[in-house]
């Protein structure tokens, strides 16, 4: 039987696939550096803001003053949900992990967007700003309705770190903290096509809407090998005896040959900025909440890693030292992965927003390794 793809080239992690051009990001892995839209992601992170870094992703500049005041404002005008969604929030089981929680929502706001299926870049942005502002809005409430408390609805004064750490908390964030928050947003923004944006793209490219685009990312980075990993950083910390128990724990990891959270990366082979930026950050914030044990254990997990697989270009990745700086936050671990949404949605909705300017189904093909034939025949 003829097989078109006999003559095809397997690539099962599409490792070696370049799937179209992107102005968006760009890595390097060998060399450890990440740049939105050329911008060096250190420079980003000590001046800029997650607003202003959004719409560097989504228009390939940063904007001036007054630009930046108006995206803002149209990102502050979506924060508050419709009634409808509140009742749903309420409504949702409080054990429910909450990346489902937020996809069900933001598949929710499709059904409250009477122009989600027009299809134009002024549209789809629309849709990406209801989907941005909205995140923070459900996963800090979700959390206070899950703890028996009162929802906080936003203030559309805040920026978006604030606002999350407003509602959350339901008081006026630190300064420092607060900033913290908006640094982590501007480093976990955009990061190429990685396996959620590369879910994003295969949803848009069927011309489907934004909505549905961005509920397959979310479904994506639950996964514990993408953005579940910082979650699953915190658990394994928090199951290690202590200091003296480390090398043990990480030794016998990897003699069974079981990875450990937080490290390893497809494209980087040098160590992640992001991790490298994470790590100060973790250190400084473990200091200040007395988490300092947290964040000496972590850094025993990674020498000891070093030591055993940093030739093999395993070093610490953005889940690693994300995992103490926000748990030195305080926020709940099952909360990790859905700030790492929350931050994601503006890579996501950029590359998806790039893609339908040059669109093309995504469509790959497998081998066919099974019969052919065979006869239909159920057995009595
Ligand atoms: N711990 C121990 N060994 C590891 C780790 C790790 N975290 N990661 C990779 N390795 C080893 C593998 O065992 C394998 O060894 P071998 O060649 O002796 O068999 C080798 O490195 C290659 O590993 P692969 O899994 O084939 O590499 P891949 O490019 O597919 O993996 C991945 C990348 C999935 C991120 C992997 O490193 C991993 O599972 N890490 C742990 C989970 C994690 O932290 N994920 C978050 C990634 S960042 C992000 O998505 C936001």
């Given at each position: 039987?003829?097989?078109a793809?006999?003559?095809?080239?397997?690539d099962k992690?599409?490792?070696?696939?370049?799937?179209?051009?992107?102005?968006?990001?760009?890595?390097?892995?060998?060399?450890?550096?990440?740049e939105?839209v050329?911008?060096?992601?250190?420079s980003?992170?000590?001046?800029?803001?997650?607003?202003?870094?959004?719409?560097l992703?989504?228009n390939?500049?940063?904007?001036?003053?007054?630009?930046?005041?108006?995206?803002?404002?149209?990102?502050?005008?979506?924060?508050d949900?419709?009634?409808?969604?509140?009742?749903?929030?309420?409504?949702?089981?409080?054990?429910?992990?909450?990346?489902?929680?937020?996809q069900t929502?933001?598949?929710?706001?499709?059904a409250?967007?009477?122009?989600c299926?027009?299809?134009?870049?002024?549209?789809?942005?629309?849709?990406?700003?209801?989907?941005?502002?909205?995140?923070?809005?459900?996963?800090?409430?979700?959390?206070?309705?899950?703890?028996g408390?009162d929802?906080?609805?936003?203030?559309?004064?805040?920026?978006?770190?604030?606002?999350?750490?407003?509602?959350?908390?339901?008081?006026t964030?630190?300064?420092?903290?607060?900033?913290?928050?908006?640094?982590?947003l501007?480093?976990?923004?955009?990061?190429g096509?990685?396996?959620?944006?590369?879910a994003?793209?295969?949803?848009?490219?069927?011309?489907?809407?934004?909505?549905?685009?961005?509920?397959?990312?979310?479904?994506?980075?639950?996964?514990?090998?993408h953005?579940?990993?910082?979650?699953?950083?915190?658990r394994?910390?928090?199951?290690?005896?202590?200091?003296?128990?480390?090398?043990?724990?990480?030794?016998?990891?990897?003699?069974?040959?079981?990875?450990v959270?937080?490290?390893?990366?497809?494209?980087?082979?040098?160590?992640?900025?992001?991790?490298t930026?994470?790590?100060?950050?973790?250190?400084?914030?473990?200091?200040?909440?007395?988490?300092l044990?947290?964040?000496?254990m972590s850094?025993?997990?990674?020498?000891?890693?070093e030591?055993?697989?940093?030739a093999?270009?395993i070093?610490?990745?953005?889940?690693?030292?994300?995992?103490?700086?926000?748990f030195?936050?305080g926020l709940?671990?099952?909360?990790?992965?859905?700030?790492f949404?929350?931050?994601?949605?503006?890579?996501?909705?950029?590359?998806?927003m790039?893609?339908?300017?040059?669109?093309?189904?995504?469509?790959?093909?497998?081998?066919?390794?099974?019969?052919?034939?065979?006869e239909?025949?159920?057995?009595?």
């Open positions: 039987m003829a097989d793809t006999a003559t095809m080239t397997m992690g599409l490792d070696h696939t370049i799937i179209g051009e992107s102005t968006k990001s760009f890595i390097d892995g060998q060399k450890g550096v990440l939105y050329g911008i060096d992601i250190d980003l992170a000590r001046e800029s803001t997650f607003e202003e870094t959004t719409f992703l989504w390939d500049r940063l904007p001036d003053a007054d630009e930046l005041d108006a995206f803002t404002n149209r990102i502050r005008s979506q924060y949900l419709p009634d409808g969604m509140w009742d749903a929030l309420r409504g949702l089981p409080h054990d429910a992990p909450p990346m489902h929680v937020l929502m933001v598949a929710m706001l499709a409250y967007d009477a122009d299926d027009v299809q134009s870049r002024e549209a789809e942005e629309s849709k990406a700003i209801r989907i941005l502002a909205a995140t923070p809005t459900i996963i800090a409430n979700f959390d206070r309705l899950r703890r408390l929802i906080v609805r936003p203030s559309a004064d805040d920026t978006m770190a604030e606002s999350f750490l407003r509602m959350l908390n339901d008081e964030p630190g300064t420092a903290t607060a900033r913290a928050l908006d640094v982590c501007i480093l976990h923004a955009d990061h096509i990685n396996a959620s944006t590369f994003t793209m295969v949803a848009i490219g069927t011309e489907s809407d934004m909505y549905s685009a961005i509920t397959a990312a979310i479904g994506t980075l639950r996964g514990p090998l953005g579940g990993a910082n979650e699953r950083v915190m394994m910390l928090q199951g290690i005896d202590g200091l003296d128990a480390i090398e043990d724990f990480v030794l016998g990891r990897l003699s069974r040959k079981e990875k959270p937080g490290f390893g990366h497809r494209v980087y082979k040098a160590i992640d900025p992001r991790a930026y994470l790590k100060t950050f973790a250190e400084s914030i473990a200091t200040e909440t007395s988490n044990e947290l964040f000496k850094r025993k997990i990674e020498e000891i890693m030591s055993q697989v940093g093999k270009g070093h610490p990745n953005v889940d690693f030292y994300s995992a103490t700086t926000y030195s936050m709940a671990i099952d909360l990790f992965t859905p700030l949404a929350m931050s994601r949605n503006a890579g996501w909705a950029a590359h998806a790039e893609r339908l300017e040059d669109n093309r189904l995504i469509r790959p093909r497998c081998q066919y390794t099974g019969p052919h034939g065979v239909y025949r159920v057995d009595a």
